[in-house]
């Protein structure tokens, strides 16, 4: 089964694949244990966490017959670069505003 290459925000597009970034930010959970919390086959959370590993989110390590997924910083950092641009941008955009609304108060 081909996993399709997605973006950033493709990636977290997806509500299942924002609950299960959200239960492993408790702690690691095996892929049965993970897959506990939806309804859906098997193969489908498979393929999500397939996308959750590709994109940098997660890593999946095997611990005896059980494999466990845990949460990784490498997606997350794309995301909050492209989230630092914006908060710059409005950063600059309101020390603009500030500088204009000083400069026209009375002394």
């Given amino acids: 089964m081909a996993i399709p290459t997605l973006d ?3 990636v977290i597009g997806d509500p ?3 609950k299960m970034l959200m239960l492993l930010s408790n702690d ?3 892929i049965n244990s993970l897959a506990e919390n939806f309804d859906m086959s098997r193969p489908a959370v498979s393929k999500h966490i397939k996308i959750l590993e590709t994109a940098g989110f997660i ?3 095997d611990m005896g017959r059980e494999r466990y997924c845990m949460l990784k910083k490498d997606g ?3 995301l909050q ?3 630092n641009y914006f908060d710059e941008f409005w950063a600059s955009k ?3 505003l500030e ?3 000083n400069s026209k108060l009375p002394n």
Wanted: aromatic share 12%; charged share 25%; hydrophobic share 40%.
């Fill in 8 to 10: 950033t925000f493709q």
């Fill in 16 to 18: 299942s694949r924002r």
């Fill in 28 to 30: 690691s959970l095996t």
């Fill in 59 to 61: 890593s999946i390590t």
């Fill in 76 to 78: 997350f950092e794309e």
């Fill in 81 to 83: 670069a492209w989230l």
């Fill in 94 to 96: 309101l020390k603009k």
């Fill in 99 to 101: 500088n204009l609304l």
